[in-house]
């Protein structure tokens, strides 16, 4: 008897909002109609959201890509042969040869899109637990070492070093420690770690497990945002999984020591995002940022020392301990080492996921990867960093991605994500939606947070629409609002919301009305 042709049809979210859970049933459907041989894998995305769902036929020379299939495309498919990879319109080649994955370097998301994301045995076979297996052989002070030679740096967008916050809480005295993993993603234009937790939810399994091991830490939660059901459900499988063979538990792989994890559901909070308003959440109380000192890494989740690091961060672990931390620390540029995946979203043609070395271009990534404009008009203005990140105008567009050289331009990389804007944007709008979801999302603790940015918005208001005579004084007042705001705030959300407000004013000040020397002496 023949083995079934192997068919993968993404369970990613974005996928499914394209029906592909309808294309998997209109695959089955046709097969069985036909007397053909098939088996249907649910994988993860491959990051290329345009063309979801983006089904992939398994043949001798290699996985064939089709998409976007919708459901009505199946018999054609069949017709056309695509079993063994016939011609079809919908046929993109062999799915590694497309320049937009065959020109990344995927070393995170290296299994994302290729297995099944809850095959123990899926993820065993594609280099899943090799970091675990070395960990287990080394002392809690060599793995703290490992991770601070590989220069690997907080992937949530603070950057700050990982390996210096594991060596912290491994130094600090406890009868119990705890690794808690950020996955609250609420920034604007990122899904990086909903891809991977939906893709490959073991790699974040291993990677706070090896957490645990190096600072003495049992057990571990994942705080992950309400508006991710499917990431909810499909790291709650995988961690049932994971316990019922070892993984987790009182005997991690048979070798005596002990860790477990769960998943917290947070209530759509964005101001949760920041660790210390997330520690307070976790322990029932209102997300509200804590004073520092002191540090989570000393008194942290009820007050005993605790890991905090993002998504990225905690799945970046396995592959720096599998392969070594000089494998990873050799890509990037300056201190700005190893990969980071950033996310394409806004008016861009091609969406989507793209992980490579630090260093690369704005430009490159919005034209080699992302296509240009879709509305076909020139781009004008990206946000990099999310809702509190600045707004790049196109001469900045070639400073390399790299965190200090974006902190030279009062820019952040953030979480990786950017947002594309051809030339109808209204800057002075943008400004006011920075203001006015800080205002919103502020969490009231501190008066220049949730104070200042209501002025902001107050501010901009009249920027907008009042007495041009009064335009520059105006300007002037959020000028001012923005440095206390900066300078006074408890956390980023009131530090940072300004950033997008004087990026605005600086590179756009026609979209404002005030004169651009004016403007370039205050950006100077």
Request: aromatic share 8%; hydrophobic share 40%; charged share 20%.
């Amino acid at each position: 008897m023949t083995a079934p042709v192997v068919i993968y049809v993404p369970r990613d979210a974005a996928a499914l909002a394209m029906d592909a859970d309808a294309v998997a049933r209109g695959i089955e459907r046709v097969a069985d109609e036909r007397g053909l041989s098939v088996q249907v894998v649910r994988n993860g995305s491959r990051g290329l959201l345009w063309l979801e769902p983006l089904v992939e036929v398994a043949t001798p020379d290699g996985r064939v890509a089709y998409g976007p299939v919708a459901p009505e495309d199946v018999a054609a498919l069949f017709d056309a042969g695509w079993l063994t990879g016939g011609a079809h319109p919908l046929r993109l080649g062999l799915t590694e040869d497309i320049p937009y994955l065959k020109h990344q370097e995927r070393l995170t998301f290296a299994r994302v899109g290729v297995i099944d994301p809850l095959s123990l045995q899926d993820y065993a076979a594609h280099g899943g637990l090799a970091g675990l297996k070395r960990a287990l052989e080394m002392e809690p002070a060599q793995i703290v070492d490992e991770m601070v030679t590989s220069g690997l740096r907080g992937r949530g967008g603070a950057a700050f070093p990982t390996g210096i916050k594991w060596k912290t809480v491994a130094g600090s005295p406890s009868d119990q420690k705890y690794i808690v993993c950020n996955a609250d993603e609420g920034d604007s234009g990122t899904f990086a770690d909903r891809l991977l937790m939906e893709g490959d939810p073991y790699v974040l399994i291993e990677g706070m497990t090896i957490a645990g091991l190096a600072v003495g830490a049992t057990y571990g939660y994942i705080y992950v945002r309400s508006e991710y059901p499917h990431a909810i459900a499909t790291l709650e499988a995988a961690i049932a999984r994971a316990r019922s063979v070892g993984w987790l538990g009182s005997d991690v792989h048979g070798s005596g020591r002990v860790f477990d994890l769960e998943v917290r559901k947070g209530a759509g909070a964005y101001i949760c995002g920041e660790e210390t308003s997330l520690l307070e959440s976790l322990e029932g109380k209102r997300g509200v940022v804590r004073a520092k000192p002191p540090l989570p890494a000393i008194s942290g989740l009820f007050g005993k020392p605790t890991v905090i690091n993002n998504v990225i961060s905690l799945a970046t672990v396995p592959i720096i301990l599998a392969k070594g931390a000089a494998y990873y620390r050799d890509y990037g540029v300056g201190r700005s080492h190893g990969t980071l995946p950033f996310q394409l979203a806004g008016n861009l043609k091609q969406g989507g996921l793209v992980e490579k070395a630090f260093g690369l271009s704005l430009r490159d990534l919005l034209y080699e990867f992302g296509g240009g404009s879709a509305s076909g008009r020139p781009l004008r203005a990206v946000q990099v960093g999310g809702p509190l990140g600045a707004y790049l105008p196109e001469s900045q567009w070639d400073v390399p991605l790299d965190y200090e050289a974006y902190i030279q331009i009062s820019a952040m990389i953030g979480h990786g994500g950017l947002v594309a804007f051809d030339d109808t944007v209204d800057m002075v709008r943008m400004a006011r939606y920075a203001m006015e979801f800080c205002a919103i999302e502020s969490c009231g603790k501190c008066t220049p947070c949730r104070i200042g940015s209501t002025r902001g918005v107050e501010t901009l208001d009249k920027i907008a629409t009042g007495d041009a005579s009064q335009r520059e004084q105006q300007v002037h007042l959020l000028r001012d609002l923005c440095d206390t705001m900066m300078g006074g705030s408890l956390c980023a959300l009131g530090g940072m919301a300004p950033y997008p407000v004087l990026s605005a004013l600086n590179h756009f000040p026609q979209d404002f009305g005030i004169e651009s020397s004016q403007s370039a002496a205050h950006a100077a």
